[in-house]
């Protein structure tokens, strides 16, 4: 674990993440941007001591704003992380070490997640705003804190898979956000026009808008980011409303085994000499 | 053998861009690969540092099969690409750590290690420089430093000289003599076809995929025509060399050549040895007498001809 954590590429990484001018240009202009609209909105509607414990505005528009940071931010962090090094001709070289992929591929990660990371920790006394107004509960918090955390682990493994899959950073920048937009938006989209379909197809079958009851239908929403976070700032749609299962909880599970599946995957296809399991033996053959 | 392949071969859909090609390069040993632009040289050199998977044949690099062990065969293996980037913002010693780091060196060595390479590569006095800032010809010493960090038996150096002014070729090519001193074994791919025949043992050329003459570079010369050009310049009795040139019926299309004379000489060593006895016994000063420097890019010339237009 401590060959892991002090391997060169990890902290070269770390190195030119943390310790650039840049950096603390976007963590400004992030905190600017997170702290800067909710104090407008608080400029065009002062705090009132009547409307206290009753107004969630506030909230709602920050952790949208929160999430949309995320949407925007996480994927740039590795959609260019293997393909850049493809294209400052670096990762060849790197590949004849003794690095293996799987390390190259967590350290990019890990170093993108860290910054991911500084910059949802950085932006999180900015909800002490929200926390005057209150009528947000610390466990709602948690979930908003857990869900954002999972976004930024999965937007970062699928910018890097396609980074590793796609040669050129720019091509694989648009594949990223294409896929990313068609998880946040597609899947909410495929939810409502699957049920709506159903219902008008099947209109016997599906009385009284029971068709959002089916347990695939539920699956659907809780796969989609949008619905997830209305549920956890508890505005939720009125097709949502009949999940059985928590969402935030579903919506963690899935999105975090599709990370993994994506982290180990990107390790592969990085590989230039790909193992075929049924066809080679494990040992090593030395000849002389 | 410290690198065998055995059949191997290399297709990217249709195109064939290696074939059968059976190398066996001893220990020690300096490997010339000859060949024009998409002959195969670099796919060839891909395969054996474990970046490349073959279609056919196998590979090994100090008895490691490279497609079974890649791992043994990178830790065996200092690979220098013919084009290579690097990270602009590490100094020369930074960027050598960073890959001693890569080869899993402990840190208590590498600052001692990164000193050692420097200094072989002629480079210690940049030590603190930013590697972006360095000319091509120093980029690519570091590269060849960076190659060192692991102390591999085999370096494969794919056009180390392309793109670099005479000064520095000449550089680079004195510090792989002294690694052909320190008993490693080198393939090295060049369209600089005198600094092989300086450098190289053997060589090997190559053209559309398929090795085409492989040997010595002795035997490479004299293999399709059995002849050598060769060349010679004396101080003194210049005259008198031209006429017992002239008239051995070894030598063949005499010219006069950079105050001297060039020839193409069909025959045995012993009879290349007797000849220039002659010329001494007529009180010829010859200050030079082989080979001529010019003769590989002929040898290349002549065995691609009409390969390229099958």
């Given at each position: 674990m401590s060959d892991f954590l002090f391997n060169p590429l990890l902290v070269k990484e770390m190195r030119d993440r943390f310790r650039s001018r840049k950096t603390m240009l976007i963590l400004a202009v992030y905190l600017f941007v997170m702290g800067g609209i909710p104090m407008g909105f608080l400029l065009m509607d002062p705090l009132k001591a009547e409307s206290l414990g009753d107004n969630r505005d506030l909230f709602l528009i920050s952790a949208g704003i929160h999430y949309a940071m995320v949407c925007f931010v996480a994927p740039a962090l590795t959609a260019g992380a293997i393909s850049g090094e493809r294209e400052r001709q670096t990762l060849h070289i790197l590949l004849t070490t003794q690095l293996s992929t799987r390390t190259i591929i967590l350290s990019k990660l890990i170093t993108s997640l860290a910054f991911s990371t500084l910059l949802l920790v950085a932006s999180m006394p900015l909800y002490s705003i929200v926390m005057l107004?209150?009528?947000?509960?610390p466990e709602q918090m948690a979930q908003l804190v857990l869900f954002l955390a999972v976004n930024m682990f999965f937007l970062g493994s699928l910018g890097l898979f396609c980074s590793t899959w796609i040669k050129r950073t720019s091509i694989s920048t648009v594949t990223t956000y294409g896929i990313a937009f068609f998880f946040v938006v597609g899947t909410g989209l495929l939810f409502f026009f699957i049920g709506e379909s159903l219902q008008q197809t099947y209109p016997e079958q599906y009385v009284?808008?029971?068709?959002?009851?089916?347990y695939e239908l539920q699956m659907l929403a809780g796969t989609n980011p949008i619905i997830v976070l209305s549920d956890i700032l508890g505005e939720s749609f009125d097709q949502s409303d009949?999940?059985?299962?928590a969402p935030w909880l579903f919506f963690s599970c899935v999105y975090v085994v599709l990370s993994f599946v994506l982290v180990i995957w990107s390790a592969y296809l990085l590989k230039p000499i790909r193992r075929k399991w049924w066809s080679w033996k494990k040992r090593p053959v030395r000849v002389q | 053998m410290v690198i065998e392949t055995v059949h191997l071969g290399k297709r990217y859909g249709n195109l064939q861009?290696?074939?059968d090609l059976n190398l066996s390069i001893e220990p020690g040993k300096v490997f010339g690969f000859i060949g024009?632009?998409?002959?195969g040289k670099s796919t060839t050199m891909l395969i054996l540092s474990t970046l490349l998977e073959q279609s056919e044949g196998e590979a090994f690099v100090c008895g490691y099969n490279v497609r079974k062990d890649p791992a043994s065969v990178r830790q065996s293996v200092g690979y220098m690409p013919d084009f290579f980037g690097v990270?602009?913002?590490?100094?020369a010693v930074e960027y050598l750590e960073f890959y001693a780091g890569a080869y899993k060196i402990p840190a208590s060595k590498r600052r001692a290690l990164v000193g050692d390479l420097l200094e072989l590569v002629n480079l210690s006095h940049k030590a603190?420089?930013?590697?972006?800032?360095?000319s091509r010809g120093m980029q690519q010493r570091l590269g060849l430093a960076r190659c060192l960090v692991h102390d591999p038996a085999v370096l494969i150096l794919d056009?180390?000289?392309?793109?670099?002014?005479p000064r520095a070729r000449i550089e680079l090519r004195e510090i792989m003599k002294q690694l052909r001193e320190m008993g490693k074994t080198i393939i090295i791919s060049s369209h600089v076809l005198p600094e092989l025949a300086e450098l190289c043992d053997d060589i090997g050329v190559i053209e559309k995929g398929r090795l085409i003459a492989y040997g010595s570079v002795h035997e490479v010369s004299n293999r399709d025509t059995g002849q050598s050009r060769m060349q010679l310049r004396a101080l003194r009795n210049l005259d008198k060399a031209g006429l017992l040139l002239a008239s051995s019926?070894?030598?063949?299309?005499l010219t006069e050549y950079m105050g001297g004379y060039r020839f193409y000489f069909q025959g045995t060593e012993q009879q290349k040895a007797e000849l220039l006895q002659e010329l001494l016994d007529e009180q010829v000063a010859v200050v030079y007498y082989g080979d001529s420097k010019k003769d590989l890019e002929d040898v290349f010339l002549a065995i691609t001809e009409g390969v390229g237009m099958e």
């Amino acid at each position: 674990m401590s060959d892991f954590l002090f391997n060169p590429l990890l902290v070269k990484e770390m190195r030119d993440r943390f310790r650039s001018r840049k950096t603390m240009l976007i963590l400004a202009v992030y905190l600017f941007v997170m702290g800067g609209i909710p104090m407008g909105f608080l400029l065009m509607d002062p705090l009132k001591a009547e409307s206290l414990g009753d107004n969630r505005d506030l909230f709602l528009i920050s952790a949208g704003i929160h999430y949309a940071m995320v949407c925007f931010v996480a994927p740039a962090l590795t959609a260019g992380a293997i393909s850049g090094e493809r294209e400052r001709q670096t990762l060849h070289i790197l590949l004849t070490t003794q690095l293996s992929t799987r390390t190259i591929i967590l350290s990019k990660l890990i170093t993108s997640l860290a910054f991911s990371t500084l910059l949802l920790v950085a932006s999180m006394p900015l909800y002490s705003i929200v926390m005057l107004y209150g009528s947000v509960s610390p466990e709602q918090m948690a979930q908003l804190v857990l869900f954002l955390a999972v976004n930024m682990f999965f937007l970062g493994s699928l910018g890097l898979f396609c980074s590793t899959w796609i040669k050129r950073t720019s091509i694989s920048t648009v594949t990223t956000y294409g896929i990313a937009f068609f998880f946040v938006v597609g899947t909410g989209l495929l939810f409502f026009f699957i049920g709506e379909s159903l219902q008008q197809t099947y209109p016997e079958q599906y009385v009284n808008s029971n068709v959002w009851s089916m347990y695939e239908l539920q699956m659907l929403a809780g796969t989609n980011p949008i619905i997830v976070l209305s549920d956890i700032l508890g505005e939720s749609f009125d097709q949502s409303d009949d999940i059985t299962f928590a969402p935030w909880l579903f919506f963690s599970c899935v999105y975090v085994v599709l990370s993994f599946v994506l982290v180990i995957w990107s390790a592969y296809l990085l590989k230039p000499i790909r193992r075929k399991w049924w066809s080679w033996k494990k040992r090593p053959v030395r000849v002389q | 053998m410290v690198i065998e392949t055995v059949h191997l071969g290399k297709r990217y859909g249709n195109l064939q861009a290696l074939a059968d090609l059976n190398l066996s390069i001893e220990p020690g040993k300096v490997f010339g690969f000859i060949g024009p632009n998409g002959a195969g040289k670099s796919t060839t050199m891909l395969i054996l540092s474990t970046l490349l998977e073959q279609s056919e044949g196998e590979a090994f690099v100090c008895g490691y099969n490279v497609r079974k062990d890649p791992a043994s065969v990178r830790q065996s293996v200092g690979y220098m690409p013919d084009f290579f980037g690097v990270y602009d913002n590490l100094t020369a010693v930074e960027y050598l750590e960073f890959y001693a780091g890569a080869y899993k060196i402990p840190a208590s060595k590498r600052r001692a290690l990164v000193g050692d390479l420097l200094e072989l590569v002629n480079l210690s006095h940049k030590a603190d420089a930013f590697v972006d800032s360095l000319s091509r010809g120093m980029q690519q010493r570091l590269g060849l430093a960076r190659c060192l960090v692991h102390d591999p038996a085999v370096l494969i150096l794919d056009e180390p000289a392309s793109g670099l002014d005479p000064r520095a070729r000449i550089e680079l090519r004195e510090i792989m003599k002294q690694l052909r001193e320190m008993g490693k074994t080198i393939i090295i791919s060049s369209h600089v076809l005198p600094e092989l025949a300086e450098l190289c043992d053997d060589i090997g050329v190559i053209e559309k995929g398929r090795l085409i003459a492989y040997g010595s570079v002795h035997e490479v010369s004299n293999r399709d025509t059995g002849q050598s050009r060769m060349q010679l310049r004396a101080l003194r009795n210049l005259d008198k060399a031209g006429l017992l040139l002239a008239s051995s019926p070894y030598v063949h299309q005499l010219t006069e050549y950079m105050g001297g004379y060039r020839f193409y000489f069909q025959g045995t060593e012993q009879q290349k040895a007797e000849l220039l006895q002659e010329l001494l016994d007529e009180q010829v000063a010859v200050v030079y007498y082989g080979d001529s420097k010019k003769d590989l890019e002929d040898v290349f010339l002549a065995i691609t001809e009409g390969v390229g237009m099958e």
